[in-house]
T-cell receptor, first 112, second 114 residues
Framework: GESVGLHLPTLSVQEGDNSIINCAYS??????FIWYKQESGKGPQFIID?????DKRQGQRVTVLLNKTVKHLSLQIAATQPGDSAVYFC???????????FGAGTILRVKS | DTEVTQTPKHLVMGMTNKKSLKCEQH?????MYWYKQKAKKPPELMFV???????INESVPSRFSPECPNSSLLNLHLHALQPEDSALYLC?????????????FGSGTRLTVV
């Protein structure tokens, strides 16, 4: 997907609250989705993935929801901590080649 | 070992220099990738190697030359770069070209072209 200019959307949450980060994907043929966390100066870190035959998948403190009808993906983080502050990217896999395409990203800021 | 290791972490080079970025993984993955990431932007795919053969080149200028000497190593050779090529260069690997399972990124090389 194309990024939306120079300003990433920002989500500010209070420590201990739950966070919900949203992502709209573009290709209805995409069948695999990954959420990544990227801290400043580091590479993207795998958080959780989901295949298109599932609607929901849970990990440790994270849940990914997939709504194929509206092509929407969300990442829920429970009891958000200061260490969760980062940029979060969703990525979709298209076609049968292994081409992972990233969404624009969302900055998560956790206030103590 | 569940890591993708990239060296160097930082690189400053002039426009007439030749340098190489290196990437290594020992997870048995057979697909390896180079991405470029500019500030406040998502990573953009440059090259895909599958079983040591180049399978995707996303119309990258020839001043970037990838090489996959074996299934564990991936290089990116740089020559006559421009200042706009300054970016974070990320290497990634996955089980195979047709399986995204285990898609893992390295920490990147921060490249500055002066």
């Amino acid at each position: 997907g194309e990024s939306v200019g120079l300003h990433l959307p920002t989500l500010s949450v209070q420590e201990g609250d739950n966070s919900i980060i949203n992502c709209a994907y573009s290709n209805s043929a995409s069948d695999y989705f990954i959420w990544y966390k990227q801290e400043s100066g580091k590479g993207p870190q795998f958080i959780i993935d989901i295949r298109s035959n599932m609607d929901k998948r849970q990990g440790q403190r994270v849940t990914v929801l997939l709504n194929k009808t509206v092509k929407h993906l969300s990442l829920q983080i429970a009891a958000t901590q200061p260490g969760d502050s980062a940029v979060y990217f969703c990525a979709e896999s298209r076609e049968y080649g292994n081409k992972l395409v990233f969404g624009a990203g969302t900055i998560l800021r956790v206030k103590s | 070992d569940t890591e993708v290791t990239q060296t160097p972490k930082h690189l400053v080079m002039g426009m007439t220099n030749k340098k190489s970025l290196k990437c290594e993984q020992h997870m048995g993955h057979r697909a390896m990738y180079w991405y470029k990431q500019k500030a406040k932007k998502p990573p953009e795919l440059m090259f895909v190697y599958s079983y040591e053969k180049l399978s995707i080149n996303e119309s990258v200028p020839s001043r970037f030359s990838p090489e996959c000497p074996n299934s564990s190593l991936l290089n990116l050779h740089l020559h006559a770069l421009q200042p706009e090529d300054s970016a974070l260069y990320l290497c990634a690997s996955s089980q195979s070209r047709l399986s995204n399972y285990g898609y893992t990124f390295g920490s990147g090389t921060r490249l500055t072209v002066v």
